[in-house]
């Protein structure tokens, strides 16, 4: 099964949102073997939507709207779609019950376009919508199947994975699709691609190899799209190349495009340590994406965030002469503020950073991107390691926080 | 001028990357009076790329086309130019040098492919980048101007900033198109809609009104675009509608759609006050959006993350016995965290959050989403807001860190 997805509203044209929700489609339709061939994104204007309808059931089996159904003036999907498809907008009144509740719950006051949200064209099934006001639309006309669900994230994903997704599933079969991929650390990308060039040139037509760069990571992705092979033989095959670029990239890389907290976090709960930062340059950031990770509190016990100069030394009891000395953004500092905060958290492992993120501060000696992380370890040792990253004042300390997940990740898997 | 956006790479089909290009390039293209009528995200077939060009040159007089341009086999985005401009690959020898120099100064060995990224096709005017090494293409042909430029964001931003608008600048000369966008904090958008609704209606037709939330966040964009007004006219029209709305959300808006982070960091600035944070839920989060903000080293001191029962003893010194009789997610811990940070911080202003992120450790007394919020004065009380939020775990964490730094935002303004 083909699908295009049309999202729809101004605020993606001028930039105001940034479109999420096409990429979360995209990947979760391909695990149902549902290939996605083109993303559209147009304003909100009756003709654009009713051209892009057009111009997509000629490509895609499967047409997937979001957006444009909240309850204010400038979303006139429903609408559209109704005189798209020849009939009235009728009361839904599954969709109007949900309505009352939520808003009961909410304790607001039930205004009337509240209510016209349950509004939905006679000829749809109403998706219901269990975390918002909106009701999705699912229709199948002439062999296509048209689906129209809200643009706000978490209600889109709740109606995809409680009902669309079971429709569709249904109703597919066609290619058999399989991806792998793993995240490759701190190889650039064109290194990366030379060295492993040869396993590439040996692949059969139907497996495509590609290249993810984020910041210092690399995803690599193995594509297989066949309708001669089985998932199992597909799988078998990918497996295979992958074995053979593993042995090539060393221990630099690891499993999926999980995110690099959780794959430290799992080695933590498996090893029982518990971990704690002490952070400046990077503001809690590091703490933050470690703690992101559902369950983190098994192992992440705080931190200690010392931006300012006194609290480096009231927080951390870092040597006020040493800071004079050397400068807060030193290695010698940088040891000491993962030593001390190992201590005072009490905890087995601790990354300390001290940098200078930009886009001022910066000198000769000590310039922009300039950062030293460090990391005690349950032996007492620590280690640091000085870094020089290039981007904006963000970026740095991005690739600050994955350059110490990485170095945690490193030890404790040995 | 109309602009078409056409993003040319797998990865975001499959939902591998998120396309926050297109965003960027539609706010920007927006200020230069160019409007973006659609973003096509397609996969790097040849056939792919040469059919959406053959469709956006209808469209458009802009075609802008970025990704595809990685020194990796994936990328063909170059050869298919080619041939649809009908010409040859040639070197060009500034992106040649450029390659040289950035390869030579990050001490890596060139390789083949990286020198020939080098090649454009000869029709082009090649566009030097000055963040990486793919050098981006400016076509004109039968009056319409085509650019290719690569899709990592901060390479793709500053060759249009170095170079692209200043071509496009000299070409356009269109419609007048005036955007002013203000943020409404805490009124769900179903309200906000229903109060200004008067307004709303009373627009003339070439004013419109966009509602765009996110989270406990509404933008509330007004945009005018007019063959017959000056862009002063329209700005003074945006500007007596916002007079209206304003007069009725009363202070729950902040100017322009800025960070609700870089708007507290300004009147902390202008009142020379210094802050810090006592986190437990949002580990972190507040105080990385808080230094997020270029500067904030001006007032933002440090933070204490206790987010074991432990370390909120340990480091916050919050009474071992309060902690056992209500809990850590009580009004009364949270209001310790926060009286103690200011403290143990010195900081005029010291945000506290203790909550339950989820998805586990809810209870039905203190169920997911529950938080209280904590904010410590410059006069020595204590103001603690106790919420409900719904969601995921990474949402309950961006909405307490949003209704933490309004809070703070409505003190300090007064």
Not at 228 to 233: A, G, K, L, R
Not at 363 to 378: C, D, Q, R, Y
Request: include cysteine.
């Amino acid at each position: 099964m083909l699908a295009e997805i049309i999202t729809i509203g101004d605020e993606i044209l001028i930039g105001q949102t940034i479109d999420t929700n096409s990429a979360w489609l995209g990947n979760r339709l391909n695990e149902y073997g549902i290939e996605v061939i083109q993303i559209t994104s147009i304003n909100d204007k009756k003709s654009s939507i009713i051209k892009a309808l057009g111009e997509a059931e000629k490509r895609a089996d499967l047409v997937l709207m979001t957006g444009g159904l909240g309850p204010t003036k400038d979303d006139i999907t429903k609408k559209v779609l109704a005189e798209y498809f020849e009939c009235d907008l009728v009361y839904d009144k599954s969709a109007l019950k949900n309505i009352q509740n939520i808003l009961k719950r909410l304790n607001r006051e039930i205004l009337q376009i509240n209510l016209d949200q349950a509004l939905v064209p006679k000829k749809c099934i109403a998706i219901q919508n269990s975390k918002g006001t909106a009701p999705g639309m699912y229709f199948e006309e002439n062999n296509t199947i048209y689906v129209s669900i809200p643009g706000v994230p978490y209600e889109m994903r709740a109606m995809m994975e409680n009902d669309i997704f079971k429709r569709l599933q249904s109703k597919n079969s066609s290619y058999t699709i399989e991806h792998y991929t793993i995240t490759v650390v701190g190889i650039p990308e064109s290194h990366l691609a030379t060295s492993i060039e040869h396993i590439e040139n040996s692949l059969p037509d139907y497996i495509k190899l590609a290249y993810l760069p984020h910041l210092n990571l690399v995803r690599l992705r193995l594509s297989a799209k066949s309708i001669e092979h089985s998932v199992e033989e597909l799988s078998k095959q990918i497996k295979e190349v992958f074995k053979q670029i593993k042995m090539i990239i060393g221990d630099s890389w690891f499993e999926g495009e999980t995110r690099l907290s959780a794959v430290v976090g799992e080695s933590l709960v498996t090893n029982k340590n518990t971990i704690g930062t002490i952070e400046s340059c990077t503001g809690g950031f590091i703490a933050s994406k470690l703690t992101e990770i559902p369950g983190s509190s098994a192992y992440f016990k705080g931190s200690l965030l010392t931006y300012a100069y006194e609290t480096k030394v009231s927080l951390a009891k870092i040597d006020q002469n040493l800071l004079n000395e050397v400068g807060a953004v030193s290695k010698e500092v940088c040891e000491m503020m993962a030593k001390n905060a190992q201590d005072i958290l009490e905890v087995d492992y601790c990354i300390s950073s001290t940098g200078i993120a930009g886009p001022r501060g910066g000198t000769n000696e000590k310039p922009v991107g300039l950062v030293f992380i460090g990391l005690a370890k349950p032996d007492g040792s620590v280690m640091v390691e000085k870094c020089q990253f290039y981007g904006t004042r963000q970026q740095i300390v991005e690739r600050t926080s994955n350059k110490a997940l990485d170095m945690l990740r490193k030890v404790i898997k040995r």
